[in-house]
């Protein structure tokens, strides 16, 4: 009755139904090329969550990483040698002072003694009344997240909560305990540790310059985004952590020879003292 009312016989309408089969077939096929696309995605395009780490380095004044993922150990400036109640020396409370000891019958010869008995600079083979010996580093965190994309890894970074971390000590002479010097050439001593002591000082407000740890503050910035080479069976956070510290680790040794640098210029502009006139010649240049 259906079939002669619409005008279709059984006979005309098998052509009908295997059109309609065709099509369920071709959306089976299309979903499973989905799925296995879907599938695809999820192994080889794979985002980890966020990991997170923290992570210390610390370099000498050469720019060397010398100590990294291990606290730096606090120093605690000793009290200075002050051998008079009435000095008018200036002591900063952010570094240490250490000190090497000197002899003679009168200033001459004291001063003559540090020539001998003071600290070497490797850089020219000499001995120096003083010295500024430092190094440097730094504390910070940072997120991140990666993608797989074939042979590679495409790593997101945040660093942040950055602390800059010092570690210095100034070297000065001290007279033993048997140097007797009359009224007169003790005030010349103190006015010859004076002049180290600026001289010294001048040293460490060079390395603690807030321009150096903007410089380096906007270096760290920059690194956002690292790629990696893929290898199935290794751990890839602790290929991140390594990558990242090779980066910083850069930005650590170029910061440490600018600073070297800047300390060189005013040894030679000063003559490492000599010429405290040129102090304020230098600073003016900053």
């Excluded at 074939?150 to 000590?169: A, H, M, P, Q």
């Excluded at 001290?174 to 103190?190: K, M």
């Excluded at 290794?234 to 390594?242: G, L, P, R």
Aim: aromatic share 12%.
């Amino acid at each position: 009755m259906y079939y002669t009312q619409c005008g279709l016989t059984p006979e005309n309408t098998l052509p009908h139904d295997f059109a309609l089969a065709a099509i369920r077939l071709k959306i089976i096929i299309l979903t499973m090329v989905l799925v296995r696309f879907i599938l695809f995605l999820a192994v080889f395009l794979y985002v980890c969550p966020v990991y997170a780490d923290v992570i210390y380095q610390y370099f000498d004044k050469d720019g060397t990483l010398v100590i990294t993922n291990r606290p730096f150990p606090i120093k605690k400036a000793p009290h200075p040698d002050i051998r008079h109640k009435d000095t008018r020396f200036i002591y900063r409370e952010d570094i240490s002072y250490d000190y090497y000891t000197v002899t003679g019958r009168n200033f001459q010869e004291v001063v003559s003694s540090t020539n001998i008995s003071g600290p070497i600079d490797p850089a020219d083979n000499r001995n120096y009344a003083a010295q500024t010996r430092w190094n440097m580093g730094w504390a910070y965190k940072f997120h991140s997240s990666y993608r797989i994309d074939g042979s590679y890894v495409n790593v997101s970074l945040d660093i942040f909560d950055v602390e800059f971390r010092f570690d210095i000590t100034v070297l000065l002479p001290r007279l033993t305990g048997n140097t007797i010097l009359n009224h007169y050439e003790s005030d010349l001593w103190e006015n010859f540790l004076q002049g180290l002591l600026e001289h010294e000082h001048d040293h460490v407000r060079i390395i603690k310059d807030p321009l150096y740890r903007d410089d380096a503050l906007k270096k760290f910035s920059s690194v956002k985004e690292l790629t990696l080479n893929y290898e199935q069976d290794s751990d890839i956070n602790e290929a991140i952590k390594k990558a990242v510290e090779s980066e910083t680790a850069k930005i650590g040794h170029d910061l440490i020879k600018m600073i070297k640098l800047k300390n060189d210029e005013y040894d030679r502009l000063t003559e490492h003292g000599m010429k405290p006139e040129m102090r304020e010649v230098f600073f003016r240049r900053l």
